[in-house]
């Protein structure tokens, strides 16, 4: 006998947020289809806001993750802070008028977030916020107001590690809202990680396989395992770092010399994209389409000179792969360090902050601002072999999302 059902509303907004609430959907379909809860169901509708809305910022994502076609898309896509917030807050309140749900699940920090948060609560309808409680203090960071401000509002905060319990009691939220349950992200890439490694990228970028020969060759030199030609791997698209200058042309002075190394992988963001032709830096990349490398070109000296490989941005199993392999992941992305810690890969973020300490602490992770010095200091320790190695934060499992249903239910 069905005694309760209740209704949810999931939203995703933004690319870092597609790899957090697929974890949500199979959990609460796994406790749906769980015969010990025959008493509750949970209807859920999955929102797409249209905050990104490129195939390859959303629709490859969908696929890869395998989430169900939003049920409703508000279509809001780009803007200044006020327009983008505004939108979604107009857009999601009609959805809540008309759907009256009993919760909204918003994940990490985008502009998203904090819209359906704030149009949630103003209804008085409750908000659970996964990945509540990280904190870069620096308000200069969008994301940092999104993360103050959706926190403030919300019922039910689920923090990823302990310094988020301790940042939410600093700023008086009471501990009873408060469940620390583990990293979402990571049931994501635990989940997904033996068919990532089965995606064809290294070898449709020339990085395996069509190189055996030239891998033999050259494996002594650069300590070749697994026949995979040594790279780095970096994404970069903090407003702080492409929209400036000054900031971007110190990373790049940085990067061309870490390119002598090992060649970089970059999959660039709409945003950068738009500032490297802005700031009429293309002649600094070398653009491909997705698979036009050719192996010998990283031997035969027409790459040599720009090492810096751009590409469309990539799917999640793509991109999980090339970090899987890669020598060591440069990034200004907030998700990309604990990624990096859990697969133990070396990363150099290309920020002053961060709202995962722990990923310093206990990860691989190493904060290098925009210093060129220290950029190329930190790649040479990872190529002599003076790597840090990292150990996984607690509850970082692959069971999070199971763990924030549970407590839902019990106390939604
Ligand atoms: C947003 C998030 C950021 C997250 C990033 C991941 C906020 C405040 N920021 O930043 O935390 O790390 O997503 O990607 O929410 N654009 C496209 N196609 C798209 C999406 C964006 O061309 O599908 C271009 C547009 O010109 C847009 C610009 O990229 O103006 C920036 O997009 P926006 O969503 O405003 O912020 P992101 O930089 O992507």
């Known amino acids: 006998m069905n005694l309760t059902a209740k209704n949810w509303i999931l939203v995703v907004g933004a690319r870092p947020n597609f790899m957090k609430i697929a974890p949500l959907i199979r959990a609460i379909d796994k406790y749906n289809n769980a015969s010990l809860s025959p008493l509750v169901t949970i209807h859920y509708l999955l929102v797409h806001t249209g905050q990104h809305y490129d195939a390859s910022m959303s629709d490859a994502f969908f696929r890869d993750l395998r989430l169900p076609e939003p049920d409703l898309h508000l279509g809001v896509g780009s803007g200044n802070h006020g327009e983008q917030t505004g939108k979604v807050l107009i857009e999601f309140e009609k959805v809540l008028l008309k759907e009256q749900p009993d919760l909204v699940i918003v994940v990490g920090d985008v502009n998203s977030t904090l819209a359906c948060a704030l149009a949630a609560v103003k209804l008085q309808i409750r908000v659970a916020h996964v990945e509540a409680g990280l904190r870069s203090f620096d308000r200069r960071m969008p994301e940092e107001i999104n993360r103050l401000l959706t926190d403030a509002v919300s019922d039910y905060l689920f923090t990823p590690s302990p310094e988020g319990d301790e940042n939410l ?9 408060v469940f620390l349950v583990g990293d979402i992200m990571v049931d994501s890439l635990l989940y997904h990680l033996d068919q990532a490694k089965k995606t064809n990228i290294l070898a449709r970028l020339g990085l395996s396989n069509a190189l055996t020969s030239c891998l033999q060759i050259r494996s002594a030199d650069d300590g070749l395992q697994s026949g995979v030609l040594p790279y780095a791997l970096m994404t970069l698209h903090r407003p702080a770092n492409v929209d400036d200058k000054p900031a971007l042309e110190r990373i790049m002075r940085g990067l ?54 751009c590409f469309e941005p990539m799917g999640y199993l793509d991109f999980l792969n090339l970090m ?57 320790k990872v190529r002599d072999g003076q790597r840090r190695q990292s150990q996984c934060p607690s509850l970082w499992d692959g069971h999070t999302a199971e763990r924030v249903v549970a407590i839902l239910v019990k106390h939604g």
């Open 169 to 177: 009691s600093k700023e008086g939220i009471p501990s009873e809202k």
């Open 256 to 309: 061309l010399e870490v390119s002598a190394d090992f060649p970089i992988l970059f999959p660039v963001h709409p945003r950068t994209a738009k500032q490297i032709k802005a700031f009429g830096m293309e002649s600094s990349f070398q653009f491909h389409s997705s698979a036009d490398i050719k192996p010998q070109d990283y031997f035969e000296g027409k790459a040599l000179k720009r090492r810096i490989h």
């Open 324 to 380: 899987v392999h890669a020598k060591v992941v440069l990034t200004d992305s907030g998700g990309i360090q604990e990624e990096t810690t859990v697969l133990n890969i070396p990363c150099i973020t290309l920020r002053d902050t961060t709202e995962r300490p722990i990923t310093l602490t206990e990860g691989t992770n190493v904060l290098v601002h925009n210093d060129p010095e220290k950029i190329v200091a930190e790649v040479k």
